[in-house]
């Protein structure tokens, strides 16, 4: 899947929060993007979710990190979450992943695509 049509989107998040140049630099919009894809999936709070991160290799690959990486914490995760909601842009970056998948004749269980409509991010 090409992930930079998720971009423009997603970096209204990191021009909307970066007030200095002090603190660590943030995680990068489409791995915490990623993550909220996966977590949304299988269904995982943000505390499981930072423990998949940190155990799972299949989770690691899709996000491509290695384990020398830095990965984001529960905080982290759930507050980049936050910012899509408040931004009104998980709703957007949700239906342009739909779109996306069936660019590529992935369908999706309905199972699954209500998981999506449910989660707190697609409002």
Known sequence: MDWSVFLDLLNQVRSS????AAGRPAFDVLLMFKILILKTVY???DDQVELQIRDRLSFRAFWGLRFSNRVPDSKTIWLFGEQLTKLGLGKLLFDRFYSELGNYGVTINPKFRS?????SYYH
């Open 17 to 20: 929060e970066k007030k200095s």
């Open 43 to 45: 269904n995982l709070s």
């Open 115 to 119: 998981l999506f409509l449910l989660s």
